[in-house]
């Protein structure tokens, strides 16, 4: 019988997260607690290659493999990031999309944006770049007065200020925040992301956690950096089914 043990392992931990004392402790009781941490890390390392378990956060596990969230970026996303990095080579930008989150609400919106977000030092460079050659672009706003103005139908090019140690990936070319970044940024840039709000947040949550591999530690981090840490967790324990 194979020493990995995964029918065990699946029928033991399914629909529960567990950790990684309880995978050694599973293991350890089989071999007469002989089992060495070498070992162990290398059945760890094997368990998640064969998508037998998956990583919520540092230490704790769930059944089943990972599947992240890779979207896709539409041609204007991509012209406009190509267009910045040819003007403004040396200068981080991050882009994404709006549209990404609609698959996972139950209403859909009537604004789909383009978020472009540069370094606060350039902002002004960058947003007086595209308003020349691109259409509908405006600041990232600070109210609901200018929030009313662009919140119109159809698309806008929004431009915000890129915050230090977002999470971010390289998609192709190009770089776009992890969905975690995201998920944080649905608490913070609530004008931006007004569509999103109430009762859209909570199923656009719980979707994507039943969906795809979202990282905990990583939301942990990234909303404790922001200050958001405890908004987070009370919207997800009061309004979401989500265990965290």
Do not use: C
């Given at each position: 019988?194979?020493?990995?043990?995964e029918?065990?392992?699946?029928?033991?931990?399914?629909?529960?997260?567990?950790?990684?004392?309880?995978?050694?402790?599973?293991?350890?009781?089989?071999?007469?607690?002989?089992?060495?941490?070498t070992?162990?890390?290398?059945?760890?390392?094997?368990?998640?290659?064969?998508?037998?378990?998956?990583?919520?956060?540092?230490?704790?596990?769930?059944?089943?493999?990972?599947?992240?969230?890779?979207p896709?970026?539409?041609?204007?996303?991509?012209?406009?990031?190509?267009?910045?990095?040819?003007?403004?080579?040396?200068?981080?930008?991050?882009i994404?999309?709006?549209?990404?989150?609609?698959?996972?609400?139950?209403?859909?919106?009537?604004?789909?944006n383009?978020?472009?977000?540069?370094?606060?030092?350039?902002?002004?460079?960058?947003?007086?770049?595209?308003?020349?050659?691109?259409?509908?672009?405006?600041?990232?706003?600070?109210?609901?007065?200018?929030?009313?103005?662009?919140?119109?139908?159809?698309?806008?090019?929004?431009?915000?200020?890129?915050?230090?140690?977002?999470?971010?990936?390289?998609?192709?070319?190009?770089?776009?925040?992890?969905?975690?970044?995201?998920?944080?940024?649905?608490?913070?840039?609530?004008?931006?992301?007004?569509?999103?709000?109430?009762?859209e947040?909570?199923?656009?949550?719980?979707?994507?956690?039943?969906?795809?591999?979202?990282?905990?530690?990583?939301?942990?981090?990234?909303?404790?950096?922001?200050g958001?840490?405890?908004?987070?967790?009370?919207?997800?324990?009061?309004?979401?089914?989500?265990?965290?």
């Amino acid at each position: 019988m194979s020493v990995m043990k995964e029918e065990e392992i699946i029928k033991k931990f399914t629909n529960r997260r567990f950790t990684t004392k309880e995978l050694f402790k599973f293991y350890n009781e089989l071999e007469n607690g002989e089992l060495k941490q070498t070992t162990f890390r290398w059945r760890v390392y094997h368990l998640k290659e064969q998508g037998v378990i998956r990583s919520v956060s540092r230490g704790v596990y769930e059944i089943g493999p990972e599947k992240l969230f890779i979207p896709t970026l539409s041609k204007d996303a991509k012209r406009i990031f190509r267009k910045l990095k040819k003007e403004f080579p040396y200068v981080d930008f991050v882009i994404w999309e709006t549209e990404w989150l609609n698959n996972f609400m139950v209403h859909q919106p009537s604004t789909m944006n383009i978020i472009v977000e540069v370094e606060s030092n350039l902002i002004n460079d960058v947003f007086n770049f595209l308003y020349l050659n691109e259409k509908n672009v405006v600041f990232a706003p600070r109210d609901n007065t200018s929030a009313s103005y662009m919140l119109k139908d159809g698309y806008s090019t929004i431009v915000s200020p890129l915050v230090l140690h977002k999470p971010t990936m390289q998609l192709d070319k190009f770089v776009i925040p992890k969905i975690e970044a995201i998920i944080v940024d649905l608490f913070i840039d609530e004008i931006i992301l007004m569509p999103y709000q109430g009762k859209e947040k909570a199923n656009i949550l719980e979707n994507l956690f039943n969906e795809y591999t979202v990282k905990r530690s990583t939301i942990r981090q990234y909303a404790g950096k922001r200050g958001v840490l405890n908004k987070v967790l009370g919207f997800l324990s009061e309004e979401t089914n989500i265990i965290f």
